[in-house]
């Protein structure tokens, strides 16, 4: 097993947009990302020394134009059949599988109008900090409830509403310490998830840094309003 490709079915060639001049020959590390060769590699070596064994594993893999794919394969030793001597590699297309699984995390775990983490995300992650509180020392959190924000939609409409939220969550990005967790817990109240905290005093600045970010007026419709 020498790695270099010997044959290629239809089937393949279909699923990775590659003709046979362009596979066969050629050695497999030239289709895997190098990123995930050494998992492969570490694969492959296990289908010669244990054929008995399944060897399977998640790659990406290079098709036509270099693009890159996601795919299940399975690795079968065929070195003692003397019409094969080879490995047989299946493979399967799981680009939009992983696609779609991402997609479910994020609209499970994202506000959909502002992008930032939402109400379950940030619990899960309290839940993890508050088990690791001992090892990682003391964090944060700053609840962030704005004034008025009903008068906005009441006035202007939701729409306008959502346009105001989505840069009042830009705004609070850009006023909080980097590496710190800013979550949407709900309507127009915020949570800000700060890690390693040494005192009070440096969770006031933060606070005060956020208040001062957020005392400048918004400009909707032509008014500048004040939340």
């Given at each position: 097993a020498d790695g270099v490709i010997r044959f290629v079915s239809g089937a393949v060639q279909r699923l990775t947009s590659l003709r046979q001049d362009e596979v066969i020959g050629k050695?497999?590390?030239?289709?895997c990302h190098p990123d995930d060769w050494r998992r492969a590699e570490a694969m492959f070596d296990a289908a010669v020394r244990q054929p008995r064994v399944s060897n399977q594993g998640r790659f990406r893999v290079r098709g036509h134009g270099d693009q890159w794919r996601d795919f299940e394969i399975a690795v079968a030793n065929k070195l003692g059949d003397p019409l094969i001597s080879g490995l047989i590699v299946n493979i399967r297309d799981i680009t939009q599988r992983l696609r779609d699984e991402r997609q479910l995390h994020e609209m499970a775990y994202r506000d959909l109008l502002t992008g930032l983490p939402n109400r379950s995300y940030l619990t899960q992650t309290l839940e993890s900090r508050i088990a690791a509180l001992e090892r990682n020392g003391a964090f944060a959190l700053l609840f962030v409830d704005l004034d008025n924000f009903k008068y906005v939609n009441d006035s202007y409409g939701h729409e306008a509403g959502d346009r105001m939220l989505l840069a009042l969550s830009r705004r609070?990005?850009?006023?909080?310490?980097?590496?710190?967790?800013?979550?949407?817990?709900g309507g127009d109240e915020f949570l800000l998830l700060v890690d390693s905290v040494q005192d009070e005093l440096q969770v006031r600045e933060i606070a005060e840094r956020v208040l001062l970010g957020l005392s400048c007026p918004f400009e909707l419709h032509g008014h500048e309003i004040v939340i």
């Open positions: 050695h497999v590390k030239g289709f609070l990005s850009e006023s909080i310490p980097d590496g710190s967790l800013l979550s949407r817990w």
